[in-house]
């Protein structure tokens, strides 16, 4: 794989996992100070739970992902090797022809 500017999905869940880890500080702080404990609570529960769908959807994805991929090297392997063939067919022509 190449380094690329742009996050691989499983940084992405890690970063919203931490994320996530972070919010729930953030709300268990709130809670201490008691200052609208009841809306940051269903704030941080609704986020949950949207977190935990793309999550979700995320690890389909890399599941597919990984099935691709090993489709592609399939492929890959079957056409390095009929490079091969194809080459070694070339060399007895190349004799027969002499």
């Known amino acids: 794989m190449t380094s690329s500017p742009k996050l691989d999905p499983?940084?992405?869940?890690s970063d919203k996992i931490i994320?996530?880890?972070n919010d729930t500080g953030s709300l268990c702080r709130q809670l201490l100070r008691g200052s609208r404990s009841s809306?940051?609570?269903t704030q941080?529960?609704?986020n949950f739970a949207s977190q935990e769908k793309a999550l979700e959807n995320s690890?389909?994805?890399l599941k597919?992902?990984?099935i691709i991929a090993?489709?592609?090297?399939?492929?890959?392997d079957a056409?390095?090797?009929?490079?091969?063939?194809?080459?070694t067919l070339q060399d007895q022509l190349k004799t027969i022809q002499r």
């Open 79 to 87: 056409i390095e090797r009929s490079v091969e063939v194809t080459d």
């Open 19 to 21: 994320g996530n880890i």
């Open 59 to 61: 690890d389909q994805n």
């Open 70 to 76: 090993a489709h592609l090297q399939f492929q890959a």
């Open 44 to 46: 941080a529960a609704t």
């Open 39 to 41: 809306e940051v609570l």
């Open 10 to 13: 499983k940084t992405k869940i």
């Open 64 to 66: 597919k992902m990984s």
